[in-house]
């Protein structure tokens, strides 16, 4: 039962982490620019967050596709990037 408790401490805790974060960047933005409406805001950060998760979700799933641990991932990348081709890549 306390694994459980656990899990969902780390997953409520990071579900208001990521709400104060929105919270925070709407309050930024409108502090900076404040002819905008906060409707506006709050779809430009919905869109922004979208994005970047469909993104990562890419990322993940080309790194599981290598079959490699994130610094391997990063590596290869790294490598990839420069035109070098890894070892053992027949």
Request: hydrophobic content about 50%; overall charge positive.
């Amino acid at each position: 039962m306390s694994s459980v408790d656990g899990w969902l401490a780390g997953y409520l805790w990071a579900r208001a982490r990521a709400l104060l974060s929105a919270a925070l960047a709407a309050a930024v933005i409108l502090v900076i620019s404040p002819g905008r409406s906060p409707a506006e805001v709050v779809v430009r950060l919905t869109g922004a967050a979208v994005g970047g998760g469909l993104l990562l979700a890419r990322r993940r799933q080309e790194q599981r596709a290598a079959g490699a641990t994130a610094g391997e991932w990063a590596s290869l990348d790294d490598r990839l990037r420069h035109g070098e081709v890894p070892q053992g890549a027949d």
